[in-house]
């Protein structure tokens, strides 16, 4: 399976892209960032990013697109930016048929470090391992993407519906599920004004 990861922004939007194989064995492909100028307007900046995510989901045709879900963040700019190209990723996915999944940058950590609060280099550092790559990806927009891809390879698939499957996680993932599950309920009673 081909994922391709998208960690979203309006500067620089971090893609990666990873094949899974059987035993979740995990192969590096492709990493780069796609960028737009603040130089030019807004329109044209969006457009730009459109059309690299196009180029990128056209040249590697995955299987499944991972995006970062965006959060509220203090600078309302960023976050509008952001959230303007996690939009473009699930759009330009849509049009092309390919299941889209938002993983939480904690989701991210979680999955690959065993620890929902880890730094980014230690995140950069498990990439790097996890792919076997000779030096560690960047910027940092480019790693962030390959963990989200590596995020929803590694992710429980009905982890915690079905005590059968539970045997068979392992504890990073078991944990990974328990906070996935956690976020769902804190975005569930959020979105219910709890």
Known sequence: ?????????????????IEAGEHRRLSFIHVDVVRSSP????????LAIY?????????F???SVSIERVFAQSNRNTVLGTAQAAGLA???AAQRNIPVALHTPTEAKLAITGNGQAQ??????????????????TPADAADALALAICHALRPAGALQGGEREQHLTPAQRQWAEA???????????????
């Open 1 to 17: 399976m081909i994922i391709l990861g998208v960690d979203p922004g309006l500067t620089r939007c971090g893609v990666g892209v």
């Open 61 to 63: 045709a995955p299987d």
């Open 39 to 46: 130089d030019i307007s807004q329109d044209l900046r969006l």
């Open 120 to 137: 980014k280099i230690q995140v950069e550092r498990m990439v790097t391992r996890i792919l076997n790559l000779t030096k560690m990806p």
């Open 180 to 194: 996935a599950q956690h976020t769902t309920r804190r975005r569930i009673n959020h979105d219910r004004g709890m």
């Open 90 to 92: 699930m759009l330009a």
């Open 51 to 59: 059309n690299g995510l196009a180029e990128k989901m056209d040249r």
